[in-house]
């Protein structure tokens, strides 16, 4: 069974930085790719970040890149994505996504976890 299990969220000022978390497990972690995509309240689902875990290869939605570092440690099949210099408009819910890169940026993955909540204060 394939479980995903976000952490990190919680609510920061502007400017401010927060680590998510995703542990994994059901799957043979280095054969995907796994991201995150978010959700903000009214708003459609975004992509927001996706690394290969079996070459490294990372990719961003434009609006976060410069800001926001996505990356895994495979022998804890965990991904992280540190989030600096939030904005009040990366306020969403954060789920972590497993597959490809090219459906989890479309916010259309196989499989998600529960989501962890980020708001940014201004």
């Known amino acids: 069974e394939v479980q995903l299990q976000a952490s990190g969220g919680g609510l920061v000022q502007a400017g401010g930085s927060l680590r998510l978390s995703c542990a994994a497990s059901?799957?043979?972690?280095?054969?995907?790719?796994i991201g995150w995509f978010r959700q903000a309240p009214g708003k459609e689902r975004e992509g927001v970040s996706c690394?290969?875990?079996?070459?490294?290869?990372?990719y961003y939605e434009n609006s976060v890149k410069g800001r926001f570092t996505v990356s895994s440690d495979n022998a804890k099949n965990t991904v992280y994505l540190q989030m600096d210099s939030l904005k009040p408009e990366d306020t969403a819910v954060y789920y972590c996504?497993?597959?490809?890169?090219?459906?989890?940026?479309?916010?259309?993955?196989?499989?998600w976890g529960q989501g962890t909540q980020v708001t940014v204060s201004s």
């Open positions: 059901g799957f043979t972690f280095d054969d995907y790719a």
């Open positions: 996504a497993v597959g490809t890169c090219s459906l989890i940026l479309d916010a259309a993955p196989d499989y």
């Open positions: 690394i290969n875990t079996s070459d490294g290869r990372t």
